[in-house]
């Protein structure tokens, strides 16, 4: 993909952060291949008004491939998130479609959002970069 149509795609994201629900907010863009964004717990959910931060680093071949996608700072605490910020999402590595987009990525891991913590081992033996891993999506457990 040329950089002018991928600066294009990521300019018309970043509005769409922009006007996004409460939920979903724009923290910080240092420039347009990195952004932090901020979530808020929903309503109803064990996870209500708490505050986490996605970071968001976008590879030169976005959307064609998936954005590296984790929580900075404190993580939710939840089976699919583990504390150095890896996040367990099939749509971030094997079911990426390029018509995917940030908020969209920002509302699955909103909806996913639940459950008990299941961390240490993964911790232990992950990879660098969450893409390095293999993730096994069809968790029976949860």
């Not at 950089?3 to 769409?16: D, G």
């Not at 986490?52 to 491939?65: N, T």
């Not at 367990?88 to 639940?114: E, K, N």
Request: net charge negative; aromatic share 10%; charged share 25%.
């Amino acid at each position: 993909m040329s950089s002018t149509l991928r600066t294009k795609r990521l300019l018309r994201e970043l509005r769409q952060i922009k006007k996004s629900s409460g939920y979903i907010t724009l923290d910080s863009f240092d420039n347009i291949d990195r952004w932090v964004v901020r979530l808020r717990g929903v309503k109803g959910t064990v996870y209500e008004d708490e505050e986490y931060s996605l970071l968001f680093e976008f590879p030169k071949d976005y959307p064609l491939e998936a954005p590296v996608v984790t929580f900075i700072g404190d993580s939710p605490v939840h089976p699919h998130i583990y504390s150095n910020g890896h996040i367990c999402l099939s749509i971030l590595y094997m079911h990426w479609c390029p018509v995917l987009t940030v908020d969209a990525i920002c509302q699955s891991i909103l909806s996913m959002l639940s459950g008990p913590e299941r961390n240490d081992v993964y911790v232990k033996t992950a990879k660098t970069s969450p893409k390095d891993t293999i993730w096994i999506f069809d968790d029976i457990d949860v």
